[in-house]
């Protein structure tokens, strides 16, 4: 065996690497953003030789973890992105644990206590790109950022994964520190408070943890959904909401849905959620999307033309993670084939990558059709005015289950079903989902449903 990489060893490694950015943006869209932080992100791709890819995982937790529930999905997905069938090999390489790099502060007081916040440069107020579906809620980050605790205190902002809310919160770091970079502030996710929560508890450490979250001037929470259930953890999170916010403070959380439908949530907390400024962020139309991609493009320094960013925007479904993703894709192929970006390369990448995957999620009008035959109901009663109980029940499913596989705007939905409002839409979702918690039944129908849908929902 040799103890140094050839040349072409190097280029290999630097393949291997640029294939798992590409995995890992695929998998944004599909796995929790918690599940990728922890267990996903860690891995570190070291080698490819003989078929074999070679990733070192930071602990055993991690390897076994990933082996167990992972490791064929990744196998699949590696080999997908190097064009050859790979096995993958997971080696446990411990690694010295620095202090939290997802958790954010900045004070003098405590500065032993975490490590100083650095906002993802790429995420600032500068090169978010506001339209119809976002703008109240970069309304109330930016009032945020200019003025913290005076101000839409608290601030919740919710919606579907890859839109968006994350690049708010560093975009409202990025315009806070850059106006004065000891500005005491602590950002981390909802599943990291409980994880740390939880050890501070083992380790007797208690009162450092809550010093260390109450001692500063903006809290930003993303993916407070995530302390759904642990009451504990709960109890911890509304104690320090009512000091911050008793001292002037600025809280800001983020969420896939907005306070009314965390319903395993304390009632106390989700009272507070909704006493300030709540907004969400839906999907972007496909104007905004192409804004977007011609964003990346000129960042990025990739020649796209307005009507190919036009083409890849209504072809490529999903967030805009994966709308990014296929554009370096695409620029990636046009690089190693040494050619310009045109219509026919964007074709064979949306062909070959994300067609069949479009394909596969079914529309409204089959989620309509497939809640019809269970229920006996016909589309049209669904669609229409009626308020019989049993054609409620199977609309308000219609509309949960479109909107849990589809992620479509509560206001497209409503145009498929009889052209109603959005908040008619929200209560029915709202009503749903609170009824699958409790009735068994309810909860088989629209899993078995979803299920048969789309498997992957």
């Not at 016909?378 to 199977?394: C, L, M, N, W, Y």
């Not at 709202?430 to 918690?437: E, G, P, R």
Request: charged share 25%; aromatic share 8%; proline share 4%.
């Amino acid at each position: 065996m040799r103890d140094q990489l050839s040349f072409d060893d190097q280029e290999d490694v630097i393949r291997l690497r640029g294939a798992w950015d590409q995995v890992l943006r695929r998998l944004n869209d599909e796995v929790q953003s918690s599940v990728i932080e922890r267990f996903l992100s860690p891995l570190k791709p070291t080698q490819w030789a003989d078929g074999v890819v070679t990733f070192e995982a930071p602990g055993q937790f991690v390897e076994e973890w990933v082996r167990d529930k992972f490791q064929d999905r990744l196998e699949t997905m590696i080999s997908e992105e190097l064009g050859e069938p790979v096995r993958l090999r997971l080696r446990v390489v411990p690694r010295e644990k620095p202090a939290s790099e997802s958790s954010v502060f900045v004070s003098a007081s405590v500065a032993t206590e975490s490590s100083k916040f650095r906002p993802n440069d790429r995420f600032r107020f500068e090169n978010f790109i506001v339209g119809q579906s976002n703008r109240m809620a970069v309304a109330g980050a930016k009032a945020v950022a200019q003025s913290p605790g005076t101000k839409y205190n608290p601030l919740f902002i919710y919606g579907s994964s890859g839109y968006g809310k994350t690049h708010l919160l560093h975009a409202i770091a990025h315009s806070i520190l850059g106006r004065d970079t000891r500005y005491p502030l602590l950002y981390m996710s909802g599943q990291q408070f409980a994880e740390e929560f939880v050890d501070a508890l083992k380790s007797s450490r208690i009162e450092q943890f809550r010093r260390m979250h109450r001692s500063v001037s903006l809290w930003l929470i993303d993916d407070i959904q995530f302390i759904v259930g642990r009451e504990k953890t709960q109890e911890e999170i509304f104690h320090t909401f009512n000091y911050l916010q008793q001292t002037g403070k600025q809280i800001v959380f983020c969420s896939d849905r907005p306070p009314r439908d965390l319903f395993l949530m304390d009632e106390r907390l989700r009272s507070r959620f909704e006493s300030g400024l709540v907004v969400d962020i839906q999907p972007p139309d496909t104007e905004t999307r192409c804004a977007i991609l011609l964003s990346k493009a000129e960042r990025d320094g990739i020649a796209l033309s307005h009507d190919l960013a036009m083409q890849i925007s209504t072809q490529v479904q999903g967030n805009i993670r994966v709308l990014e993703g296929a554009l370096t894709k695409i620029a990636a192929q046009a690089s190693l084939d040494i050619r310009e970006i045109d219509a026919d390369l964007v074709r064979e990448i949306i062909d070959r990558y994300y067609q069949s995957a479009s394909m596969a999620r079914p529309g409204i009008d089959q989620i309509l059709d497939a809640v019809s035959k269970h229920f006996h109901i016909s589309v049209e009663e669904i669609q229409g005015p009626s308020r019989k109980g049993p054609i409620t029940h199977a609309r308000h499913v219609a509309v949960y289950i479109a909107r849990e596989i589809t992620h479509n705007s509560w206001k497209h939905i409503g145009s498929q079903l009889g052209d109603r409002d959005h908040t008619s839409i929200m209560h029915a979702h709202a009503k749903i989902s609170s009824l699958i918690t409790r009735d068994r039944e309810t909860q088989t129908i629209v899993r078995t449903l979803m299920q048969n849908l789309y498997p992957d929902a």
